[in-house]
């Protein structure tokens, strides 16, 4: 394995430990900031690296389409190109084909589909997925091409896709191949089927990878039946590899699925929440549109070291966010972001002392999840 993984302590379910790379240590539980088009949203990266994040998540369908995966490689690849030092992950760009491109054809080959940008024809195969992320992009880790069903999904349906992954993943391995100072995640699928994703669990460990993700939720599955999958899923992957749980999520979504066993996570949602005026804190979230924030001087989190969190009141946000002024939107996500560092920052803090029991009755003692 590339990437030796140190679990330094374990309560329960819930484990704290660190992900070794050439490019720096990811602590985990980690919260992977969306970088989608070679930046996370309204923020630079210096004000990402002042948040914690030891990580970064880049998008392999958007960076095909624009500036290409070709030209990536030739301006140094991903990390150069954005000027981020510390490890990047991409997905697999699957996903993304499925949500917002037009599919024109998935075959046992290769997914056909039409750019959301400008309608033009592209074909990927786990083989080209695996050359963009890992040759051309240069991410420290890379996902296989997979199959994601959307939720609800009937028994037949999640299977073929389960199964369509499994031989997707072997075929993005091949294409990997060996490699000292990258490595590759496999993704569990299976939908909200306990026998399909011990199937899917079981074939991706005969195939072999670096990590495992779990995927296939995060979909509108909604948080009862995503902790219903979670308390099974977590358990069939190894547990001496990290576990990834693919697009989520909310806070409480994450001190959940901590508390079954998951070590990675990656959302959109701490930058599309702040673009649009919702600040994430330790009682839940806030809408700095509302009227009662108008005359609060106080800061978002007087607590947090980021200057977005204890630098500004309540009020100026509120102002900047009716405005729609683009430094509100800057605020608020950067807030969220150092928010979301400072939430994993304490689980693994609650985990290695043995306290995480308490800290989740504490979290949601504290926490209301719709603001």
């Known amino acids: 394995m590339p990437f030796p993984f140190e679990i330094a302590a374990v309560e329960g379910r819930a484990r704290t430990g660190v992900l070794k790379t050439p490019r720096g240590d990811i602590r985990t539980p980690a919260f992977m900031p969306v970088g989608t088009a070679a930046t996370v949203k309204a923020l630079t990266v210096d004000q990402v690296k002042a948040t914690g994040a030891d990580i970064l998540l880049g998008n392999t369908y958007h960076l095909m389409l624009r500036p290409g995966p070709e030209r990536m490689e030739r301006l140094g690849g991903l990390h150069r190109f954005m000027g981020w030092d510390k490890p990047i992950l991409t997905d697999s760009g699957g996903f993304q084909v499925m949500s917002l491109a037009g599919i024109s054809k998935l075959t046992e080959h290769a997914v056909t ?27 420290d880790i890379s996902m296989q091409l997979d199959q994601c069903v959307a939720y609800p999904a009937e028994k037949p349906a999640a299977q073929a896709a389960m199964e369509l992954s499994i031989r997707w993943g072997a075929r993005s391995k091949a294409r990997f191949g060996e490699r000292e100072t990258q490595a590759l995640f496999g993704i569990q699928q299976g939908s909200t089927f306990e026998d399909l994703r011990r199937r899917s669990s079981e074939q991706l460990q005969e195939i072999g990878f670096d990590g495992y993700a ?22 069939m992957l190894p547990a001496d590899r990290p576990r990834y749980l693919m697009g989520v999520g909310k806070p409480v979504d994450l001190v959940e699925a901590v508390w079954r066993g998951v070590d990675m996570f990656d959302c959109v949602l701490p930058t599309r929440a702040g673009r649009h005026g919702q600040a994430w804190t330790w009682d839940g979230p ?6 009662r924030f108008a005359e609060d001087q106080d800061p978002l989190d007087p607590t947090l070291p980021c200057p977005a969190s204890s630098g500004y009141s309540k009020a100026y946000l509120h102002h900047l966010i009716r405005a729609d002024e683009i430094l509100g939107k800057v605020l608020l996500s950067w807030h969220n972001i150092a928010f979301y560092q400072a939430l994993t920052a304490a689980m693994r803090a609650a985990i290695a002392e043995g306290r995480f029991a308490q800290f989740r009755r504490d979290f949601h003692a504290r926490h209301t999840s719709n603001g």
């Open 113 to 139: 589909f039409s750019s959301h940008i400008d309608g033009s024809k592209h074909e990927l195969t786990p083989e080209r997925s695996i050359e963009i992320q890992a040759d051309r992009i240069g991410a």
């Open 214 to 235: 779990i995927g296939g939720l995060a979909v509108g599955e909604g948080h009862q039946a995503m902790c219903e999958v979670l308390d099974y899923a977590p358990e």
């Open 286 to 291: 806030l809408n700095l549109k509302n009227a």
